[in-house]
């Protein structure tokens, strides 16, 4: 796609948006555009689109203050418009709930439940605490990290 001439935006047209602690791009479309914040893929960015009635394909710096308003209300909402298979965090450890996390919610409780299974000294924890791969992969010979291993050559 070719990028729009600055006359043909207007004067009212926002280079940068600001949702859910995240800077969107006003030039790109809003389902692209939303992709931005974390918690919202492409699926998720387009029924945002959908809930709140905004052509996913236009410009993201196109919409108004009211407008940017109604989407930020419709992504903290998500959880409660969309079936639960469609939310990242169902039936949270903590409390039970069905949760779509976004923005710097995701990191956080990524970063609480690696800590609650190293305390647990599960399988799993332990991996995440020497550094390991975690999930079945091969650990000989491929994804090492720090110094190369392997074969010298000689002069």
């Known amino acids: 796609m070719a990028k729009p001439k600055e006359e043909d935006l207007g004067d009212d047209f926002s280079y940068i948006l600001r949702m859910a602690d995240t800077d969107m791009d ?7 555009a939303l992709t931005s914040v974390k918690g919202v ?3 998720t960015a387009v029924q945002i689109c959908k809930n709140t009635g905004f052509s996913p394909f236009s410009l993201a710096g196109h919409l108004s203050t009211e407008e940017q308003e109604t989407l930020r209300l419709a992504i903290e ?3 409660e418009t969309v ?12 409390t039970g709930d069905e949760l779509h996390l ?12 690696i800590d609650r299974l190293r305390t647990m000294k599960c399988y799993r924890g332990v991996r995440h605490a020497s550094g390991n791969k975690v999930r079945g992969q091969r650990g000989r010979s491929n994804g ?12």
Do not use: C, F, H
């Open 83 to 94: 079936p639960l298979w469609m939310l990242n965090r169902q039936r949270d450890i903590e």
């Open 26 to 32: 006003g030039l790109k479309a809003l389902s692209t």
């Open 77 to 79: 909402g998500y959880a």
């Open 102 to 113: 976004t923005g710097q919610q995701v990191t956080l409780t990524l970063k609480d439940d």
């Open 144 to 155: 090492r990290g720090g110094l190369t291993l392997g074969v010298k050559r000689s002069k």
């Open 41 to 43: 893929g492409p699926r």
